[in-house]
């Protein structure tokens, strides 16, 4: 039982590059969701996904779009990396309320 | 806007001391209040939550405490031990969101021996 995975670990990209980050969960959850972690600013939250089929747009969906597998997975992609992307990009699971929310071990971005 | 806030970025403890560590919030119409824990170089671990319509609730060595008169939630840490050094999130659900949490800025927690 791995939870949730997350790959790669680390990457570097170029502005105008583009990328996809991977979730993955083994716990049978209906809700997954992206955050991003910024020094200072705690997690924001990017996109979620109540359910396998539907998205949402969070606080800050800007430059970013989702896509929901399945039920285990659900990518984040950066179409054209921009240095304000820099992060630390954390990916979630949970069931039926959201509150317990299981993260992943986290992928740190730099974008130059 | 609303958000959830931390009074203090950080917070340096002895070993064996209880720590309290604060949270200020705007939304009155939250259903829920939570603790997280993050250690260095993870992710974010769920401690503790409470409902709205309580005070207070308890956990193992944790207790949280919520005032909503004056919209502050607390965690409290009995006998803080190393191991409990990490950056301490509270977060909230707000009642128009779905599943999707709010988080707080975080405070560092630093305990030394």
């Known amino acids: 039982n791995a939870g949730v995975t997350q790959t790669p670990k680390f990457q570097v990209l170029k502005t105008g590059q583009s990328m996809t980050l991977q979730c993955a969960q083994d716990?049978?959850?209906?809700?997954m969701y992206w955050y991003r972690q910024d020094p200072g600013m705690g997690l924001r939250l990017i996109y979620y996904?109540?359910?396998?089929?539907?998205?949402d747009k969070g606080e800050v969906p800007n430059g970013y779009n989702v896509s929901r597998l399945n039920k285990r997975e659900f990518s984040l992609r950066l179409e054209s990396a921009a240095p304000s992307q820099t992060s630390v990009y954390f990916c979630a699971s949970s069931g039926e309320t959201g509150r317990e929310q299981y993260f992943g071990p986290g992928t740190r971005l730099t974008v130059t | 806007g609303e958000s959830v806030g931390l009074h203090l970025p950080t917070l340096s403890v002895q070993e064996g001391d209880n720590s309290i560590i604060n949270c200020a919030y705007s939304?009155?119409?939250?259903?829920?209040f939570i603790w997280y824990k993050q250690e260095s170089g993870k992710g974010p671990q769920f401690i503790i939550d409470?409902?709205?319509?309580?005070d207070k609730r308890q956990g193992q060595r944790v207790t949280v405490l919520l005032n909503k008169t004056v919209k502050h939630l607390s965690l409290q840490i009995a006998a803080t031990q190393p191991g409990d050094s990490a950056v301490y999130f509270c977060?909230?659900?707000?009642?128009?969101?779905?599943?999707?949490?709010?988080f707080g800025k975080g405070t560092t927690l630093s305990v030394s021996s």
């Open positions: 409470i409902r709205s319509n309580m």
């Open positions: 977060a909230e659900t707000p009642h128009q969101a779905g599943t999707a949490l709010i």
């Open positions: 939304n009155s119409a939250s259903d829920y």
């Open positions: 716990m049978n959850h209906n809700s």
């Open positions: 996904s109540a359910s396998e089929g539907t998205t």
